[in-house]
């Protein structure tokens, strides 16, 4: 059964984490799971693993990331990092990748739009996402020594801030693991 999300929750309690159910408002859902599902998100991971392998190819980590309006499936936004390609600390693929969505949609919130990234995002990306004020991010790779949305950290669902985020971990994390993990071997052999 596919139905749209109208604002009503119907019996549904209310998510744990204060407005996340309100990220769900206009989408659609299947069955009573207001929550999009790995699976919904695998193309546009492939899309972002493409553009880690780029990243890979100038020496960068290889991270690639996706803005997508959920709406109609449009890609506002693709980049993969290049911090050592342009010597800027703050060039993580999710930062440009939420730049270029801005600039394409003529304002700096990106509501109604998904980040998909192929490592889970540290503090400054989480943190730019919420401030665009991202509805969802979803991440291939879990980093539990800098990951901001649930491994080390979860700024998408802290109470204190003034936004929220629904967060789907585990998107073609095999392969997103493995572009990582080649990179970094074949570093150290060097």
Not at 26 to 38: F, I, K, Q, W
Not at 60 to 66: E, H, L, S
Request: glycine share 10%; hydrophobic share 45%.
């Amino acid at each position: 059964m596919v139905r749209r999300y109208d604002g009503d929750l119907g019996g549904m309690r209310e998510r744990p984490i204060r407005h996340a159910w309100k990220a769900c408002r206009g989408r659609l859902l299947v069955g009573s799971n207001p929550t999009l599902s790995a699976m919904e998100f695998s193309p546009f991971m492939e899309i972002a693993l493409a553009e880690a392998q780029a990243a890979a190819e100038h020496g960068d980590v290889p991270v690639g990331a996706v803005v997508v309006r959920l709406v109609d499936g449009k890609i506002l936004g693709r980049r993969h990092n290049e911090r050592e390609e342009t010597g800027d600390p703050t060039a993580h693929a999710e930062v440009l990748a939420l730049r270029d969505a801005a600039s394409v949609v003529g304002s700096w919130r990106l509501d109604g739009c998904a980040l998909v990234v192929t490592l889970e995002p540290c503090s400054m990306c989480a943190g730019a996402a919420l401030a665009a004020r991202i509805d969802t991010v979803a991440f291939g790779a879990a980093d539990p020594k800098a990951g901001a949305c649930g491994s080390l950290y979860n700024l998408a669902a802290d109470p204190r801030l003034n936004h929220e985020m629904l967060v789907v971990p585990g998107v073609k994390a095999d392969q997103a693991g493995s572009v990582l993990t080649t990179f970094f071997a074949q570093r150290r052999a060097r």
